[in-house]
């Protein structure tokens, strides 16, 4: 990455979001965060020296004004990280609807908003990088977590379909496709809404699905080295992209070891 290139990273203030924005910046990119967290996100932004707007994704017009302003007042919108995200665990008998309509609301339709802002801004200007963040579990059989994983496949699919569609058209997009990974968004499942016992345990129950966390600023580092190569699909760690080939290769077998994996995390 050279020269001085413009970035905005939603849900910028911890996590993924957080190391992707503090990478942008070590590189030299301007970048804005946006998050629904102010106090988070102004500390964060404080911290690395990063521009920092308040937002919620799941607000289209506050989306698009954002995205808008960043391009005004910068010249030029040259990625933008539509990150923000949040996690929803549990038996699929135990979720509400109000679950699944938040896991919509946040991890889809905040993507789509996003996209939605970014896209023509890119067109008009003849480049730029929409990167979505979506899961490994939309890429495999994920159980107990299914308002989280049927959000997860729509990204990947939104990704891969507006790739195909913006590649003659000077516009590059990405999806990521991250592993457990170690950020706050593990101990602050169902936000808002009725606890279920995996949501309350959601970290101890990615750590026996995984084995070990992957490091947020790893999964940085390999976002960006992604998003260079202009990768399509970034999948991290290894064992992830282990995960996704055999899943690919035996779908059959994927939901096997999946169902094993559903009742020893329920047991």
Request: aromatic fraction near 4%; proline fraction near 4%; charged fraction near 20%.
């Amino acid at each position: 990455m050279t020269g001085a290139k413009t970035a905005v990273v939603t849900g910028g203030a911890s996590g993924i979001g957080r190391a992707v924005a503090r990478e942008l910046a070590m590189r030299g990119a301007a970048v804005t965060i946006a998050d629904l967290d102010e106090e988070t996100g102004k500390r964060t932004a404080e911290e690395f020296g990063l521009d920092f707007v308040p937002l919620d994704v799941t607000d289209a017009e506050a989306v698009a004004e954002v995205y808008g302003r960043v391009r005004r007042e910068r010249g030029r919108l040259d990625f933008v990280f539509n990150n923000a995200g949040i996690a929803i665990g549990g038996r699929t008998e135990e979720l509400t609807l109000d679950h699944w309509n938040l896991a919509i609301d946040v991890n889809l339709r905040g993507v789509v908003n996003g996209v939605h802002a970014a896209y023509p801004l890119m067109l008009e200007q003849g480049h730029g990088h929409i990167v979505n963040t979506a899961s490994l579990a939309g890429l495999v059989p994920a159980p107990l977590m299914l308002p989280y994983t049927t959000t997860k496949h729509a990204v990947v699919g939104l990704s891969m379909a507006l790739r195909a569609e913006a590649a003659s058209r000077g516009v590059r997009v990405s999806v990521v496709c991250p592993g457990f990974t170690d950020t706050p968004l593990l101990d602050h499942a169902n936000p808002g809404l009725p606890a279920t016992e995996l949501g309350t345990h959601a970290r101890s129950a990615a750590v026996k699905a995984q084995g070990r966390l992957y490091s947020a600023d790893a999964l940085a580092a390999d976002i960006l080295r992604g998003v260079a190569r202009n990768q399509a699909m970034i999948v991290a760690p290894a064992t992830g992209r282990l995960a996704w080939r055999g899943a690919r290769l035996s779908p059959r077998g994927a939901i096997r070891v999946a169902s094993v994996a559903a009742r020893r995390l329920r047991a």
